[in-house]
């Protein structure tokens, strides 16, 4: 007994020996990554996919994209930085395609009712990564809710929910950590989509540059000082367009792909010794089916099991079912908080990420380089991303760029945050704003900014989405027939046109106010600060040569404090509100789409980097700023024309969550297989599912145990939910899993969770299974 107590002594010794030794090794090689923490830290994610059927997605104005399924779920991604016992700063960001003025609006009411003062519109930045695969409906301006009907609350409610709830969390997280800042240049993510426009640019300035659009990545890493790495965001310009105008499922598109693919790469695997190229051949992630231990069986041992578990019939669930048995709980440790990783937009407003090139889809050729036509019409020139001609393929290629650069990033980040927390934020009003500019000849000119309007080639869209009809990028004249149909809306007097000059005035948005306002005139604009990082929070979608031009404005002001040497000086594009685009008084000469989108006319940067400059000013300083007029909060006039599910029914005989298709009996499959079950269901807008799941597969461990392998926010797995016919109360959930390379060979099944609704009006939660098979 003495023998065996010296040995456990001696153990312990040898450990604790070991384990200084380690320290010590650490400290001397991390590379600063083990500094004492200067900030406290937290984040937070939540759920906020919306309804998956019915309503119009943002982004196109396309009115025949109409969401009918799940590509996989989205997500408010929050971080909160804080000094000790001093300012600090938020930002939220959207697997949406933009931020909404209204949606700030009830936010910034929800957290003053929770905590006061302590989250206020000063130090809250909401951001969109602009995916165009989500539901619409959220904005609260005419012209952003037309082709969704108008309002639609659910949209708007499910965004006020996670927004707050993400926030909260990133709250109750907050923990003493460290922050470092990497960055470093992704090639293959993204093109111009408008090179003529950028080749207007002075030849001097554009010299400058390598590229014609931004390629640089800065990704922020979060240090907990207890749990080590528990996130990071990152800021990368490319546009959400690989997902295309016809697509009809749910999707966070590249950027949303590249958040879920970091964040299942960080909780499956170990940090120090993984890097992205463990990633599957395919691109999809290995899953819990291949951490779960399961007794190696034969093939025809496989096919016993499996013909022992048929479909049973559709059956009553509760709405907890489906958010316990999602994939992503079974990672979650009780005290630590899941990784957070968030990939943010930047000024992407000519970047597209169809990477090869604008082609004619009748001819095969290139796109006309200045209008991006095809034969003269806009409507066959597109974009191909990677993947092409698999819009899905292209997402996933895309979002697994950004998410390789982003580890490389994380994994070498050694520049630590250090310095103040602090911000700067004011309204202006863009319909009359003045702006002095320097003349050629020496002294300075007055001009201003304008009331909103959108100028022809807007109607032409881009080669990621084209328009309709005869208009085309580059128009700078119009044409009589529909200068007639604008006349019936709004004819915009001749200040108004001259003030625009020369973008040819197709809708005068922001002098039309009926119902109510069909754009803003009342911009947010904002800079957060923590350490050597400055965040420039803009309300619109700034082209790469805007953005360079703000970002170098405001990095000239405060390097000339002495203060900020070595600032990063990041654009967090889409954020606060939506304003459109922002182009260089150059590019907007052109009128290509993207000019002709810049609402407040040919000024608008001038006007932009004039505002950011005082801002920038006054945080040197330490100056408050006014806070300028407020915006409207429109919700009491909204509208909205979306009809209500009324009732979901089943044939005679027939149960909700019934297979309505199975899987062949006895069957296997490999992988790279997709299989598919079909299910009778209901409207998936009768419950959002909200951090719950649709679909799921599970495979089976032992004899009778059900694990689940992968669910809605699985790359790999697909809902599609349809009817037989627009007013049919019947409907079909269509599930496919593209089986990955790195499965488990083993038996699986799918199930089906969804929502009924019945005649009275009350909601009926369902379950389904599909019979089992085997992957081999």
Partial sequence: MMEFSAYLSFQRLRRTIWFWAFLVFLLGNSGGVLSGSNYLVGLGSYDITGPAADVNMMGYANMEQIASGLHFRLRARSFIVAEPQGNRVVFVNLDACMASQLVTIKVLERLKARYGDLYTEKNVAISGIHTHAGPGGYLQYIVYIVTSLGFVRQSFDVLVDGIEKSIIQAHENLRPGSIFVNKGELLDAGVSRSPSGYLNNPA??????????????????????????????????????????????????????????????????????????????????????????????????????????????????????????????????????????????????????????????????????????????????????????????????????????????????????????????????????????????????????????????????????????????????????????????????????????????????????????????????????????????????????????????????????????????????????????????????????????????????????????????????????????????????????LTPVVVDLTPSGVNFGDVKSDVPKNSTFKRGDTVTVVFWSACPRNDLMTEGTFSLVEILHGKDTWVPAYDDDDFCLRFKWSRPSKLSTRSFATIEWRIPTSASSGVYRIKHFGAAKGLMGSIHHFTGSSSAFVVA
């Fill in 204 to 641: 001097a300035e554009r010299s400058r540059y390598k590229y014609n659009v931004d390629k640089e990545m800065t990704l922020v890493k979060f240090v907990d000082d207890q749990w080590g790495p528990v996130g990071s965001f990152n800021w990368f310009a490319t546009h959400g367009t690989s997902m295309s105008r016809t697509n009809s499922l749910i999707s966070g598109d590249n950027k949303g792909a590249a958040a879920r693919f970091m964040e299942d790469w960080f909780e499956q695997n170990d940090i120090e010794s993984t890097s992205a190229d463990e990633f599957g051949a395919d691109g999809i992630l290995r899953r819990v089916s291949n951490i779960i231990s399961s007794p190696r069986r034969n093939h025809h041992e496989l096919l016993e099991l499996a013909a022992s578990f048929q479909s049973p019939p559709g059956k009553p669930a509760t709405r907890i079912l489906s958010v316990a048995r999602r994939v992503r709980n079974a990672f979650r440790q009780a005290d630590k908080p899941g990784f957070v990783s968030a990939f943010c937009q930047s000024n992407c407003g000519d970047v597209s990420p169809n990477v090869l090139g604008a082609f004619c889809i009748d001819t095969g050729l290139p796109c006309d380089f200045n209008h991006s036509t095809c034969g003269g019409k806009n409507e066959n020139c597109y974009g191909r991303g990677p993947g092409y001609p698999d819009e899905f393929e292209s997402t996933r290629i895309i979002g697994e760029r950004q998410f390789r650069k982003a580890v490389d990033l994380f994994n070498t980040a050694s520049e630590q945050l250090e310095g103040k927390v602090d911000y700067r934020h004011t309204y202006l009003d863009f319909s009359q704003l003045e702006v002095t500019l320097p003349k050629q000849g020496g002294g300075s000119e007055v001009v201003k900014t304008c009331p909103a309007a959108m100028g022809f080639a807007f109607a032409a869209g881009t080669t990621d989405g084209p328009g309709a009809f005869d208009f085309k990028q580059g128009d700078d004249q119009g044409n009589p027939f529909w200068r007639l149909v604008r006349n019936i809306l709004k004819t915009p007097d001749k200040e108004q046109v001259d003030c625009q000059h020369p973008k040819p005035i197709l809708l005068d948005t922001g002098e039309m106010k009926q119902p109510y306002d069909w754009a803003p005139s009342i911009l947010p604009i904002q800079i957060l600060r923590v350490g050597q990082l400055v965040i420039l929070s803009v309300p619109g979608e700034f082209t790469t040569m805007a953005g360079r031009r703000l970002r170098d404005a405001v990095k000239t002001v405060l390097t000339s404090s002495g203060e900020f040497n070595g600032v990063h000086v990041v654009i967090a594009g889409l954020t606060n509100t939506y304003s459109q685009y922002v182009t260089t008084f150059e590019e907007y000469e052109v009128q290509r789409y993207e000019g002709a989108s810049t609402l407040y006319g040919p000024h608008t940067l001038s006007a932009y980097i004039q505002e950011f400059k005082k801002l920038a000013s006054a945080l040197i300083s330490g100056q408050a700023v006014k806070p300028g007029p407020q915006p409207p909060d429109l919700l009491s006039k909204q509208i909205s024309l």
